[in-house]
């Protein structure tokens, strides 16, 4: 039962096809597979939580992790964090499987959400995806209000029941965000404007401590690993540019 295993296979096979120069990104040691065993009696389960990390010339970080618990607690969390010399947005998916139903959030996360020419560049071009799967991945409700400054137009939100969804339109919208998303770096130039630069910069740094701060998975992952295992694997590997800034 790994709902997400193909989301995965499908997103490695798919960067390399799309960037030759595609390059490991290194995941620090004991974060690469950890697992526990969680639950008593008949509710015992392992719980393995996998990572994957990729770079490339335009792209700083490539990152997954992969929590894999039974039928009832599967999570992929997939991101892309360009350099800081492009005005890329992040490619960000949260897929997850909890005992009460499916949650999905599926966008290209801007850095400047309200500036027109921004949209123009990176959202208007992806609306026709979202307005495709709309209709079978309806908007999902109750949404943290200080989080809707990170998505863009077409955010994808839905909690879907079935499973069959999210094998179907969940995997299928989820291959086309991703292809624009490399059509979008294809076509990205360096940014080289110092102003710019510095509000990029900003904009990657206040996306960053958001979510390492807010990490909705920090609960759960504490509970299973324990707390310096997971500060340790959010600040990191999740969520590491501020500890890479410091040593540049
Ligand atoms: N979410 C992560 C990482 C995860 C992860 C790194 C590796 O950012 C999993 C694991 N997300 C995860 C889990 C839950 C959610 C929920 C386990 C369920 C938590 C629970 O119910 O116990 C989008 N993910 C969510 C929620 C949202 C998102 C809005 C619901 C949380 C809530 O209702 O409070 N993705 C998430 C988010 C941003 C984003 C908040 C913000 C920029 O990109």
Known sequence: ???YQPFLDHAIAYLH????DLQPYPIP?????????VGKGKHENEVVTTSYGYQSSKLRQIRAAHVQGGSSLQVLNFVIFPK?????????????????????????QPLFRDRPKYQAKYTKPILPIFETYQPHLPWGGDFPEEASQFFSPAFLWTRPQQNEVVETHVFSAFKDYLEAYLDFCDRATPVTDS???????ASQLRYLRYRAEKDPARGMFTRFYGAEWTE???????????????KA
């Open 17 to 20: 096809d799309r960037l030759p």
């Open 29 to 37: 040691i004991g974060f690469e597979s950890k697992s526990a065993i």
């Open 195 to 201: 102003e710019q630069l510095a509000e990029i910069e």
């Open 84 to 108: 800081l010399n492009y005005d890329l947005p992040f490619f960000g998916a949260d897929l997850v499987t909890l005992p009460g139903g499916h949650l999905i959030a599926l966008d290209m």
């Open 1 to 3: 039962m790994t709902l």
């Open 232 to 246: 340790e694997y959010i600040h990191g590997f999740l969520f590491d540019l501020e500890k890479h800034m410091v």
